[in-house]
């Protein structure tokens, strides 16, 4: 049985970091590209960063580039998205989500975990 779990989420000034992690189990990280989506209330979904299979190139959304920073641990199957810089509008519920394909085809993803809880807030 396949299982995401995210962790690291919280409460953070404007301007301060947090990251956040997602940890496999069932699936080894390193064969699947892994994606991390956003959603606020009342907003659609929106993809922040993926993180390819094998080489693990990267790519991220425009209103993150430069600020957040994702990588992959292959020993811990894990990945993390470091975010800086934060900003009121980063805040929302923070998900990960798996495909044993490439992140061009994330929308269509096998797995997804429960997601953790982001507020960027003074």
């Known amino acids: 049985q396949v299982h995401l779990v995210e962790s690291g989420g919280g409460l953070v000034q404007p301007g301060g970091s947090l990251r956040v992690s997602c940890t496999a189990s069932?699936?080894?990280?390193?064969?699947?590209?892994t994606a991390w989506f956003r959603q606020a209330p009342g907003k659609e979904r929106e993809w922040v960063s993926c993180?390819?299979?094998?080489?693990?190139?990267?790519s991220y959304a425009d209103s993150v580039k430069g600020r957040f920073t994702l990588s992959r641990d292959n020993v811990k199957n894990t990945v993390y998205l470091q975010m800086d810089s934060l900003k009121p509008e980063d805040t929302a519920t923070y998900y990960c989500?798996?495909?044993?394909?490439?992140?061009?085809?994330?929308?269509?993803?096998?797995?997804r975990g429960q997601g953790t809880q982001v507020t960027v807030s003074s």
């Open positions: 993180i390819e299979r094998g080489g693990g190139s990267t």
């Open positions: 069932g699936i080894t990280l390193e064969t699947y590209a």
């Open positions: 989500v798996t495909e044993r394909r490439d992140c061009q085809y994330m929308d269509d993803y096998d797995y």
